[in-house]
């Protein structure tokens, strides 16, 4: 028995969102590889959203996202360890 060829050139990544309760917000769950929105997100949804308790479920095409990874300005930041929940302050 021959096994089923999947034509894989069609497929799009999207990211999954799930917002847990109405007072949370959404968080980053994993992605989905599906032809068109309608079936990543049936596809999201029996992934991460039939065991979860979730009030709402979205779904980005990763191709829409904006994506900024500038190191320098980005490591601006990283000398600001009084920011960190975890810091000891030894007061």
Known sequence: MAQAQHDTSKQQLYEVFIQEKADRSAIHVG???????????????????RRENCVKLSIVNRKHMIHFQD?????????????????????
């Open 71 to 91: 190191t320098e300005f980005l490591g601006m930041s990283k000398d600001k360890k009084y920011r960190l929940a975890s810091m000891d302050y030894n007061v």
């Open 31 to 49: 992605s989905v590889r599906a032809p068109s929105e309608i079936l990543a997100l049936h596809s999201a949804r029996e992934i991460f959203a």
